[in-house]
Structure formats: C-alpha cells, structure tokens
C-alpha cells in the first residue's frame, strides 16, 4: 500500500457539505491516509514549510482536496504551494524530491455541467481552469493522474438538494479511493 498525504483545504469548512463528507468518507474508509487540513494547522497562513515538505517527502501519492474558490484552489493552499513547492525542492537544481510520486487531483465545483461550456455561464471547460495543476505535476516530476471531482455541489443560496450533494461526495469518495487504490 502506498503511503497517501491528503492536502486540504476549506476556508468555510463548518459550511461545508460536499468537501465535508468526502473527507468523513476518506477518514473512515483509509484512516492511514494522513490528512493536512491548512486551514486548520496554519489559522495564521504562517506555513511550516520544513513540516510540509517531509510529509511530501514520505508520501507515495499527494492528494490535493478542495472547493474550486474562483476558479483555482483557497487562498491557504496556493500559498502552501508558492512556499513548499519551491526551487531546490520541487523543481530546479536540486530540485528533485518528488519526482515519480502520484499527484491527483480532487475538488467539489457549484456549477453544473452545462456552465462550464463555452457557452455557459463559466465559458470554459472545467479541464481548462486545471492546466496550472498539470504544469505543476510535470515541472516536479509527478505523475499527473487524471482529476477527481463532482460538479454541482452549489449549496450557497438556499434551495440546494443536501442529500443530492452528500451522494455526489459519497461518489467522488469513493472514486478517489478507487483510483489511489489502482496506483498502488
């Protein structure tokens, strides 16, 4: 069994629904896999960068689980990108310490399929808003695995199905395990 680092973050996790029961899920199903929620570990955005690069180091596949926050990823985790995926490390000289190592991606989006069309109300494909993730996993040398998420998780603004939205989570759950489970 590969050793799995699950990077989270959620800065309105007590809100959350979808990203909420994904981890319920994970937690209960794979307790080995380790979890970083940023948003609890680092209130203060103050990363231990040291920390989180040894917990990169020991991992055989990198999980990053999140909400689309304006197309990309909560303020908290490009910051933990922009400062421990850095040069010497990640990537450049020296800069090899997660070559070879799965990166998959798993995020919950509120829109519906048809918004992220050219024609809707996003006008791009949700694959297009990911190409910073893909760049990211070949400039360190990871294995970019194909991403994991569930659209229509909306449940801002009343009226959402809650019980719709906790089974889309259940199903990207259980997809991502499936697919941690076929790398390892």
Not at 55 to 82: C, G, H, N, R, T
Not at 142 to 154: A, D, K, N, S, V
Request: charged fraction near 20%; glycine fraction near 8%.
């Amino acid at each position: 069994m590969k050793k799995v680092t699950i990077i989270f973050a959620h800065p309105f996790f007590e809100d959350s629904v979808a990203n909420k029961e994904i981890l319920s899920v994970i937690r209960d199903s794979h307790p080995e896999y380790q979890v970083r929620n940023l948003c609890e570990l680092y209130p203060d955005f103050n990363i231990d960068v040291e920390k989180e690069q040894e917990a990169l180091m020991q991992s055989d596949a990198i999980v990053m689980q999140f909400p689309l926050f304006w197309y990309s990823v909560p303020a908290i985790m490009k910051q933990w990108m922009d400062q421990v995926l850095a040069h010497g490390f990640a990537f450049g000289t020296g800069g090899d310490k997660l070559n070879g190592k799965h990166f998959i991606l798993s995020f919950t989006a509120g829109g519906n399929s048809e918004s992220y069309t050219p024609l809707g109300y996003n006008h791009f494909r949700i694959e297009e808003f990911l190409r910073m993730f893909e760049q990211t996993a070949y400039l360190t040398g990871m294995h970019y695995e194909t991403p994991i998420y569930e659209l229509g998780m909306r449940t801002i603004g009343g009226g959402a199905d809650i019980n719709g939205v906790k089974k889309h989570a259940l199903n990207q759950a259980k997809k991502l395990t499936k697919t941690i489970e076929e790398i390892s």
